[in-house]
């Protein structure tokens, strides 16, 4: 069993940065994501990292922009974004599971955190 607890969200004018961070408790030998789901909007994968955190996929819309890690140290993973954008606003969910591979869908976790609010303004 893992409980995640995200923090860090935030509200950002265009062109801000926010840092989220998930803090894990219980087993930590999990491949680690980031999800966001807007209003009226399905729940997107926004970036994944191994459990060595040596490899990482992202959201194509994200690419070059955001950056996940984790350390392993602490049972925490982080993802820095940079250069926000008014379409980046959403609900950011951290999750773990066993898969890893681009593009990874919301089945493919098998544990999500409560959530934490990005605003992001024009």
């Known amino acids: 069993q893992v409980q995640l607890v995200e923090s860090g969200g935030g509200f950002v004018q265009a062109g801000g940065s926010l840092r989220l961070s998930c803090a894990a408790s219980?087993?930590?030998?999990?491949?680690m994501g980031w999800f966001r789901q807007a209003p009226g909007k399905e729940r997107e994968f926004v970036a994944a990292v191994s459990w060595s955190g040596s490899s990482t996929y992202y959201a194509d819309s994200v690419k070059g922009r955001f950056t996940i890690s984790r350390d392993n140290a602490k049972n925490t993973v982080y993802l820095q974004m940079n250069s926000l954008r008014p379409e980046d606003t959403a609900v950011y969910y951290c999750?773990?599971?066993?898969?890893?591979?681009?593009?990874?869908?919301?089945?493919?976790?098998?544990?999500w955190g409560q959530g934490t609010q990005v605003t992001v303004s024009s």
């Open positions: 999750a773990a599971g066993s898969a890893f591979g681009p593009n990874l869908g919301p089945r493919a976790f098998d544990y």
């Open positions: 219980g087993r930590s030998n999990y491949v």
